[in-house]
């Protein structure tokens, strides 16, 4: 039910794909409630990704509903901030609740996963917390799954956070002249959605997601052609 998993359900949903299952560690949180809404027809069932019985359990519900021979294809992601201490940061957390998944995955027997990791978390001097969606993906490529890496750059979405941004500013925020990387997790969710619908195609892959490069500059510039309120800056 995050930024992702929403962006991922609405695709699939657009393509009239049935028997969508959202696992969320609250089932009766407001955002969980919302799914099915706007989602006629999706079933929202539990599922802990600090608790792996929970996560099989999930995982197996599509046979259980359907057929012991149906397919089940997973999009998995992880996050630092998923420890149950709270929203404290952990790099070590997030490794842990990755490797549940995958070890819950292969333990119901799921036909293929596709997960979110994250760009250039192979190469030297990466943060912390591209380390350990690295070795999440070295244990999903170890394990007897099926398997497809979406490795994204930044999200354009990360820029809301900012309340400069807001005002008409991406001082400090960006180099003026530094270009960076972008997509936008509605691009997330379209590539997603096809490498679910698809997943042969993709098995054993690692996909960069990649919308656009730009300077601090070109962005202000399109901002401003957006906003029509004044030149950001």
């Known amino acids: 039910t ?3 998993g929403s ?3 609405k695709y699939l949903y657009s393509c009239n794909i049935k028997d969508i299952y959202v696992v ?3 089932v009766n949180n407001p955002r969980s409630k919302q799914f099915e809404q706007v989602f006629p027809g999706v079933k929202v069932i539990s599922g802990d990704l600090e608790n792996k019985a929970s996560l099989v359990e999930a995982f197996k519900t599509p046979k259980k509903d359907k057929d012991e021979k149906c397919e089940i294809v997973v999009f998995a992601m992880s996050t630092p901030s998923l420890a149950s201490n709270g929203y404290a940061i952990s790099a070590e ?3 842990t609740s990755g490797r549940m998944v995958v070890e819950a995955a292969e333990e119901a027997e799921v036909t293929h996963v596709v997960y979110s990791s994250v760009a250039d978390c192979d190469k030297e001097n990466r943060p912390k917390y591209h380390i350990s969606k690295k070795k999440i993906e070295d244990c999903l490529k170890a394990s007897k799954l099926s ?7 930044s999200f354009y979405e990360t820029w809301t956070r900012f309340s400069k941004v ?5 001082t400090g925020i960006v180099h003026p002249d530094m270009r960076q990387q972008w997509v936008s997790l509605h691009d997330v969710g379209a590539a997603a959605a096809l490498v679910l619908r698809s997943y042969d195609k993709y098995k054993s892959r690692t996909l960069d997601l990649v919308a656009d490069e730009l300077s601090g500059n070109e962005m202000a510039e399109k901002l401003t052609q957006l906003r029509k309120q004044g030149k950001f800056k």
Do not use: F, M
């Open 2 to 4: 995050g930024n992702q």
């Open 7 to 9: 962006h991922v359900v």
């Open 24 to 26: 969320t560690r609250d």
């Open 93 to 95: 957390a997030e490794e």
């Open 147 to 153: 398997w497809t890496i979406l490795r994204p750059v």
């Open 166 to 170: 807001k005002s008409g500013s991406l």
